[in-house]
């Protein structure tokens, strides 16, 4: 069985050429490690590997692992990659780095008003359903547009992208094509933005097209660490 470490050996090579056949830079790319449902000692394997960056998708879970790390390993970032409610959008402001998933303007008021000034702007990305499903999370294009001019105007956010979780598709070309609305917009949106340098799309099935379509963001978890049980 593959250790974490060589999981994460084996994405890295993955992005490596992935990046190189769209004229990129690995470095243009960077790897979101997934760890939601993860136990703190397969997570500790990975930031013995080098990993820094988590995302989570439960709030009090994340916190208790944010909570259990901060002390040994102070520079991780943590990312909250769920859908948010309402009532926890306190907890949320006051321990995240980044936020990938706001999609109502009320999210983003409660997340401005409830972030400690001492911390400095939340970075945050807009979750975009590319898709026009129903059953998906996110704004539509130009509603993207209008939450985005409201969070341009909040001190305690960092506008610093988008996101999108496209539907599985296993064809290289059909994943690259429900990629290039979001790809397309962020082009559109990052003019006049100049901390708007985040594409957060692609999970370990599908990103290799996301890379090839301009994520800047890839978020990987089963190919690190394992299905979840």
């Known amino acids: 069985m593959s250790s974490i470490k060589q999981n994460l050996k ?11 056949k769209s004229g990129k830079n690995a470095d243009c790319v960077k790897l979101l ?11 500790e ?3 013995l590997a080098g990993q ?10 994340g916190i208790s692992k944010i909570q259990y790390f901060k002390d040994t390993f102070p520079s991780l970032e943590w990312h909250f990659i769920g859908p948010i409610q309402s009532n926890k959008t306190h907890a949320i402001a006051e321990h995240f780095h980044w936020v ?7 999210i983003a008021q409660r997340l401005n008003e409830q972030r400690p000034r001492s911390y400095g ?23 993207a547009k209008l939450l985005a001019h409201y969070i341009d105007t909040c001190p305690n956010l960092m506008l610093r992208g988008l996101m999108c979780i496209p539907q599985p598709e296993s064809n290289p070309e059909k994943q690259q094509d429900a990629f ?22 692609g999970m370990s099935d599908d990103m290799e097209a996301a890379i090839a379509s301009g994520s800047t963001l890839v978020r990987i978890g089963s190919a690190i660490f394992g299905h979840r049980d």
């Open 121 to 143: 702007p939340l970075q945050v990305l807009i979750q975009v359903n590319t898709s026009g499903e129903n059953s998906k999370s996110g704004v539509n294009i130009e509603e």
């Open 100 to 106: 990938h998933s706001i999609e109502r303007k009320k």
């Open 10 to 20: 084996q994405i890295t090579h993955r992005i490596d050429i992935a990046a190189k």
């Open 52 to 61: 820094k960056m988590f995302g989570e998708n439960y709030v009090q879970e």
């Open 33 to 43: 490690a997934v760890s939601k449902t993860k136990p703190l000692d397969a997570i």
């Open 45 to 47: 394997e990975a930031i």
């Open 180 to 201: 290039a609305p979001l790809a397309s917009l962020f082009n559109e949106m990052r003019t006049h933005r100049p901390h708007f340098d985040t594409l957060s799309m």
